[in-house]
């Protein structure tokens, strides 16, 4: 499938939010989910094929060289009125071949994707819900919100680099959020975990039982954070929608090499628990 860009809009020094319409989004099926993503497909430069392409013609038909660099992204939004299909992408300067095509990005120009899938929405049978990342999971964390009832409960520790990175949260649920703001230092690995320790889960409004956990952004934070509520708050692997999105120190390529071996360590975390 594809869209071609409608609006760009810069929502923070670090985030950039692009609408697609046209294309084909006239035949996109949105799955009922608050974490449904795209894998958007990214031709090099000297591509010889057409703006509009299939990933898997490329890969068959032309050398590894000219195949598009392929990166997930959650859908923030989808308007079926409008067919417009809201992304938004973290950009740090012009690193990566997602953040150069996002920071670059103008009208009329086409993103191609496969998608979308999903896998997580809010349970309405949660005692309340734990949701928990960086930028990177802000989409999805901002989505299930939304999607949150009147009297839901919901405890939310984003991680960020500032003030100037935060953006507003919208919920008709009962909703305890803080923004955590990196240091630029190594105390920065720590800080979502630190956060998770400190919560009361016996409080008032939490104790009706344990939450369902979404917990998503840096693999490291993440596999700690994971690693704590498994086997220091008692919640299994049911309980809880794991997933790194990326890993510092790491460029995205260097992090998708070995991701699919680090989500085997982390499962055997979980083991051991």
């Not at 993503?37 to 038909?61: D, L, M």
């Not at 990166?71 to 308007?79: I, K």
């Amino acid at each position: 499938m594809h869209g071609r860009v409608v609006r760009r809009q810069e929502l923070t020094p670090s985030t950039v939010r692009i609408v697609l319409g046209g294309g084909d989004l006239d035949g996109l099926v949105m799955p009922d989910a608050t974490d449904a993503y795209v894998n958007a497909a990214f031709p090099p430069v000297a591509a010889s094929y057409a703006e509009v392409f299939e990933p898997g013609v490329v890969r068959e038909s032309c050398p590894r060289e000219e195949w598009p660099a392929r990166r997930r992204y959650t859908v923030r939004s989808w308007d079926p009125a409008a067919l417009e299909l809201t992304l938004d992408f973290v950009v740090h300067a012009d690193e990566g071949v997602a953040s150069r095509w996002a920071t670059n990005a103008r009208a009329g120009d086409v993103l191609v994707f496969e998608g979308p899938g999903s896998g997580y929405r809010p349970s309405p049978d949660a005692a309340w819900h734990l949701l928990l990342g960086d930028e990177s999971a802000l989409p999805a964390i901002a989505a299930s919100l939304e999607a949150l009832r009147p009297g839901d409960r919901a405890v939310v520790r984003i991680v960020c680099d500032g003030p100037d990175h935060e953006i507003p949260l919208e919920s008709r649920g009962d909703v305890d959020l803080a923004w955590l703001h990196r240091h630029g230092d190594e105390r920065d690995e720590s800080l979502l975990l630190a956060a998770v320790e400190a919560l009361d889960f016996a409080a008032p409004g939490l104790a009706a039982g344990p939450p369902f956990g979404f917990v998503h952004g840096e693999a490291d934070e993440i596999r700690g954070v994971r690693r704590h509520l498994l086997s220091e708050r008692g919640l299994s692997r049911q309980d809880l929608s794991c997933s790194p999105y990326w890993r510092r120190t790491m460029t995205d390529e260097a992090w998708r090499q070995i991701k699919r071996e680090y989500v085997a360590a982390m499962e055997a975390d979980a083991a051991g628990v």
